[in-house]
């Protein structure tokens, strides 16, 4: 069997960097303000946590639900969806007060600092945080490390030595691998953020959601499918377990509340069937971002975070 050309998978890999800045090409014409659910009916099963104050989500891509339907907020170049998981956390606890600034492409930096999306910008999204808040979680970091250039290069690579692991030897070429260095280094800056969080939110609960399984937890993946390796495959997904694995240490530090959104969402991986796959491939099957939540995904995040707040959360079809 002839082995596709590299070149064809790095112009597919190339729609995964629509989470960096390319985004707002895609976004609706119309939007509302940043998200915002001012009323919310609340069923008898639900848990009302009115209560606590304000609910503030805040984070990158996988908080925002890029190309989830329906697509909302302002600015439109955060493809905000309303099927995110902070949405569907509120939507589920009957929270009267939520608002939602996460922006697909954030990075710590635009925690503090406009974010350049289009049309934009994004405000800084600690603008969001008056003190009044009960609740306030985030996810972030992907973007620090580089995820939508790490997965362009890994594709235009890993097909070049399928018996290898040309990624991992990319990332390795200096004698210690980048992309671990590259976490170390973040995880000041989510150190800093939590810090932030805690000062102009002192009275709320926060809580750091992980990122959830991409890619098989075991065996070789499931080239050209997802066009990485079995080494690379391998290497990809001890690196996002690095990346959970600093976060939840940096949570932990700062005597906030880690969600592994991995564990649960294990078998639920970017190579399964449609239906079954949380997580999309380079080539979606049903609408989200390439290596996104769909929104049986944010809703298996929604239904983690819930676990650990307290908030019952349906869990996704076929869990």
Known sequence: MR????????????????????????????????????????????????????????????????????QTGQPAGCLRSNQNYPSVLAKSAGQKDFVDVTCSGAKTDDFSAPQPVNPGPNAPQYDALTGSEGLVTLTIGGNDIGFGDIIQKCVSVSSTNLLGA????????????????????????????????????????????????ILPDTGPGCYPVVPFSAGDTAYLRETEKKLNAMLAGEAKDAGVDFVDTYTPTIGHDACQVPGKKWIEGLVPTSPAAPVHPNAQGERAMAAALGEVVGVPVAPPAGS
């Open 3 to 70: 082995r596709p050309r590299p070149a064809r998978w790095i112009a597919v890999a190339s729609m995964t960097l629509l989470t960096s800045a390319g985004m707002g090409a895609l976004a609706p014409a119309q939007a509302e303000a940043p998200t915002t659910l001012t009323a919310a009916t609340t069923s008898s099963r639900n848990l009302d946590v009115s209560s606590i104050g304000r609910y503030v989500a805040l984070g990158d891509s996988y908080a925002a639900g890029p190309l989830v339907p329906v």
């Open 166 to 213: 040309a990624c991992k030897d990319f990332y390795g070429k200096g004698g210690e691998d980048e992309l671990t260095g590259r976490i170390d280094g973040t995880a000041s800056k989510i150190a800093d953020a939590l810090s932030e969080i805690k000062e102009r939110s002192p009275q709320a609960r926060v809580a750091v959601v992980g990122y959830p399984s």
